[in-house]
């Protein structure tokens, strides 16, 4: 649960070397990042920022034995038409990591100051050597609100994308989650400190620096005087904008903030939670004592709620994907022996005003048959050779084709490619279900279905089903089977809380996946517990680059219509963090299915190159052909032409590159070595370190692992 990491480096006061550097004359930069890595958290952190915006890097891993010298060898290209330097940016666990020879720290400073390549140390202590004063501060900085200043915000340093304050991480009161010093830049001749991200030191009025900017002239190092892990959502929304830095905005790969929601059961009516008997009616309570087929037992949509569903999407320029079952309203006829069904008429009424994802005609259990034991328990039946009874592909494909003409028949504006099978079925799902119903990939095939949904919490990477991928979903802790804020409570409190406090006793059973909590109330408990969890796990994905979307159920959307609280408190933390033109993304299933696909190709393979030189990036592929993704700063054109999408303050491209071919763009000049001949004085060099007590950052879980009892209660 919680990990004491190492403490920061600080090193002594530099001396610069003896002789000047010559700057390289228009030189060759290629588009790659070098880790130096110590394997501490600060730097795979770092690692995991740079994987998951694509952006290519190496690592020379300090602690291998037989490691590669850091020297001009290994950091640059011989190349007869330029200066020709191998990396376009260093990240550092600090100035002077242990591990790496002075000799070789003086080779990378003069790299740098040769070609002008920028370096991040990642977690240091302020000192005269960063052209700091000593911290008068040092000690935890959990939630400290850090302001991100005007000099970081301009297109140089890279934090555009940013409002202006960003909330240091503070999961746990009761856990010093992040340690960090906090000075003030000193008055150093030759020397600036430019503050990026700054915080109050504790007990005064003065600003303390985060992260700034050390420039000694010849060389220019990005410094944290704080630690962060990967997980921490504070380290996640800056560690862009410092590989934005970096990079002087030029890179491969892809930058993005993705939210959607599946609302699944749209029609249909979901069985409640009985909070008596902490089960849910119809599936493990007891049916004698609690039978199913009585009031209140079920919640479906009424068509008040399609109109607050509007309003709402409107007013917070968000959709929610409504995943629809059209035997939902076939039901709701029969049972209210009626030819009208009022809900199916409200969303017809503005059918084309909502998105809409098929979810079957049924929600018919697709994967094996099933034989039901005691209080909803089963497993899967058998055919008296012993094989596995599965769905024929017949019922799969109609009641795919039936929920497509439902949708056709009353003008549901449906993705023609997505489905949502019911609870994912006819994937596999272990423990009952170990492999796919055979049956289901030649029904998709028929139905041309090429996006299938699929349960983030049991495979999260997506794969291949025939010729279908799966679109991973994100389970939110809004239960299928609650409609008001005390369902969601007291379901809460049974599976989170102890025995000993009236709960079932799963946190006790799990204590590697789940931690037990004291009870909650259930006046308050949903909006000061559950909202404020279940917004830091979904804003997570969102600052995480990844497009999975995440699935609720109708029943939260009618009654107290619990999700819109929690949709409401993400989108307000995310549009009160990034500025105007950075805004959350909100992709269909198909757009989100797609992005995936890309994002996983390029990771996987990055089957091309590029290099910067003479204000151009040339991007070339290095096997079959490559669809690369590509970064640049605002104004870069292909061809003479703008780039097709903007995000974030820069200029974006998705190019496909034929074996053997190339792609031309034009930056203009960025800082990378010189238009002519000059020198800079020898740029400082660090010796000594040291490494002080204390500790570093705390991991925290950073989401609720789902048991497998609750994985039923998360199913769609």
């Keep these: 649960m919680a990990l004491l990491l190492a403490g920061p480096v600080a090193q002594a006061t530099t001396t610069p070397a003896d002789a000047a550097v010559a700057k390289a004359v228009n030189p060759k930069i290629d588009l790659r990042v070098l880790v130096v890595s110590d394997g501490s958290e600060m730097i795979t952190a770092y690692q995991d920022r740079l994987t998951r915006e694509g952006i290519p890097f190496q690592v020379l891993d300090l602690n291998q034995s037989g490691r590669p010298v850091l020297n001009d060898a290994y950091l640059t290209t011989v190349d007869a038409e330029a200066p020709h330097a191998k990396f376009q940016g260093v990240i550092m666990p600090n100035s002077a990591p242990a591990g790496l020879a002075q000799a070789e720290l003086t080779a990378l400073h003069e790299y740098q100051a040769r070609f002008g390549v920028r370096q991040i140390s990642a977690y240091v202590w302020p000192s005269a050597q960063h052209g700091m004063n000593a911290p008068t501060y040092s000690g935890k900085v959990d939630g400290l609100n850090a302001t991100v200043t005007a000099a970081a915000k301009t297109k140089a340093n890279g934090h555009g994308y940013l409002k202006g304050t960003v909330k240091l991480d503070n999961i746990d009161p009761t856990v010093d989650e992040s340690y960090g010093y906090l000075g003030t830049p000193a008055t150093t001749p030759g020397v600036t400190v430019t503050p990026l991200v700054t915080a109050t030191v504790p007990g005064t009025s003065t600003q303390g620096v985060l992260s700034g900017v050390f420039n ?111 035997a939902g309203t076939a039901q709701y006829l029969e049972e209210t022996n009626t030819t009208s069904d009022p809900l199916l008429n409200a969303y017809k009424k503005n059918a084309s005003a909502f998105r809409w994802i098929n979810h079957t005609y049924t929600h018919l259990n697709l994967g094996c048959e099933k034989i039901y034991g005691s209080l909803g328990t089963w497993v899967c039946a058998t055919n008296p050779d012993g094989s596995v009874k599965w769905q024929p592909q017949a019922t799969i494909t109609d009641e795919i084709a039936a929920n497509k003409t439902f949708g056709d028949t009353h003008g549901l504006r449906y993705e023609p490619n997505a489905l949502v099978t019911g609870e994912h079925s006819g994937l596999r799902a272990l423990p009952q279900v170990t492999t796919d119903n055979p049956n289901l990939a030649p029904s998709l095939a028929a139905t041309a279905v090429k996006w299938i949904a699929s349960d983030a919490s049991r495979e999260k990477e997506q794969r291949a089903v025939g010729s279908a991928l799966t679109v991973p979903r994100y389970p939110m802790n809004i239960y299928y089977n609650t409609a008001t804020r005390a369902q969601a409570v007291d379901e809460y409190n049974w599976i989170y809380t102890s025995r000993a406090n009236g709960g079932s006793g799963i946190c006790e059973d799990n204590p590697g996946t789940t931690t037990c ?183 925290i879980e950073p989401n609720p692992v789902v048991a497998p009892e609750e994985t039923a209660v998360a199913a769609g």
């Excluded at 892990?229 to 504070?234: A, T």
């Design 216 to 326: 000694d002239g010849s060389r220019e190092e990005l410094f944290n005087t704080y630690a962060s892990n990967q997980y921490q959502q504070h380290f996640q929304v800056l560690s862009h904008g410092q590989l934005e830095w970096l990079t002087r905005g030029v890179r491969l790969g892809e930058y993005a903030n993705w939210f959607s929601v599946h609302s699944d059961d749209v029609l249909m009516a979901d069985a409640l939670w009985n909070m008596a008997g902490n089960c849910t009616y119809g599936d493990d309570c007891d049916e004698t004592q609690y039978p199913s087929d009585a009031p209140g037992t079920t919640a479906r949509m009424v068509a008040s709620d399609v109109t607050y569903q509007r309003n709402w999407e409107q007013n917070w320029a968000f959709k929610i994907d409504n995943t629809y079952n059209g």
């Design 517 to 699: 909590i004291a009870p909650l109330s259930t006046t308050t408990g949903f909006q000061n517990y559950i909202v404020p969890i279940e917004t830091r796990i979904a804003l997570g994905h969102v600052v995480g680059n990844d497009p999975r979307p995440h699935f609720v159920h109708q029943s939260n959307q009618t009654q107290d219509r619990i999700i819109y609280p929690v949709l409401q408190t993400i989108l307000t933390q995310y549009r009160n963090t990034f500025a105007a033109n950075t805004p959350v993304l909100n992709p269909t299933q198909t757009m989100a299915g797609s992005e995936l696909l890309e994002q996983s190709t390029w990771r996987n393979e990055q089957d091309a190159t590029a290099f910067y030189w003479k204000g151009q990036v040339r991007v070339a592929a290095t096997g079959d052909g490559a669809s690369v993704p590509v970064s640049l700063p605002d104004g870069a054109t292909k061809n003479g032409t703008a780039l097709p999408a903007t995000y974030a303050g820069k200029d974006t491209d998705r190019v496909t590159v034929p074996a053997g071919g190339s792609v031309t763009y034009s930056v203009g000049t960025l800082g990378w070595g010189t238009g002519a001949a000059t020198t800079v004085e020898a740029p400082n060099t660090f010796s000594d370190t040291s490494i002080p007590t204390g500790p570093s950052t705390t991991e």
